[in-house]
């Protein structure tokens, strides 16, 4: 079974802080997906990130960066210079690497990220 | 340019009324999925389909039921709500099968009186 633990339930940061949010995960598969997606108020969630298991180079893209261990089955979000934008629930989700079926996303609890003028 | 669009936005039923939601989508992608968000709360996934090929989850009540009439259009039919059923129902799409990235509609929001 697949398992996502977003341990930090809520965190209020003041704009131009830098904020990380922890993902850790648990899966017997070796083939594997891992996301990330936003929830801003208006309710839909945005895809931001996908990585898959064989590729643990870190990612940057604007102010987002991620870092993924397979050695620590984490995959941490860190928002650079924070924005009153940012605020927003965040997922961290994980798929197995079904062949021939769907993917079924496991999501994270979610984090609820407040960013302050 | 809302690529799937959830229908109403919000609505509001009494205890037992038949509810239903629809989801359309303009990419022409194989697979709509239901998900229900309670408050605070992951979204958890009710069923898909794969074209016409329907999904459900072991743990999704008998209440809950959907349909797919062609690619575009996916229905969510809750035939006695009750009040444990009062959440945000999320629609997604994704092209096909592994891992593939899922678009979200914006979500119907069931209130249950």
């Known amino acids: ?117 | 340019d809302a690529m799937v669009i959830q229908n109403p936005r919000y609505q509001v039923t009494q205890f037992g009324k038949p509810v239903t939601l629809s989801c359309s989508q303009t990419l022409n992608h194989n697979v709509m999925y239901w998900y229900q968000q309670k408050s605070s709360q992951a979204p958890k996934l009710l069923f898909h389909y794969y074209d016409k090929d329907f999904n459900n989850e072991a743990d999704t009540p008998d209440n809950f039921q959907s349909r797919r009439p062609n690619t575009s259009f996916c229905f969510l039919d809750i035939r006695s709500p009750g009040l444990g059923d009062a959440a945000m129902y999320l629609c997604a799409t994704s092209r096909s099968s592994g891992a593939n990235v899922l678009t979200f509609g914006a979500g119907s929001r069931l209130t249950v009186l």
């Open chain 1, 1 to 117: 079974a697949q398992k996502v633990t977003q341990a930090q339930t809520e965190i209020s940061v003041v704009e131009k802080e830098d904020v990380t949010l922890d993902c850790v995960y648990e899966t017997r598969d070796t083939t594997y997906y891992l996301f990330w997606y936003k929830q801003p108020p208006s309710g839909e969630l945005v895809f931001l990130i996908r990585r898959n298991s064989f590729d643990e180079q870190n990612e940057i893209s604007g102010r987002y960066s991620w870092n993924f261990q397979k050695s620590t089955s984490s995959f941490n979000f860190t928002i650079t210079a924070s924005q009153v934008v940012d605020s927003a629930v965040y997922f961290c989700a994980l798929s197995e690497a079904v062949t021939g079926a769907n993917s079924k996303l496991t999501f994270g609890k979610g984090i609820t990220l407040s960013v302050r003028p």
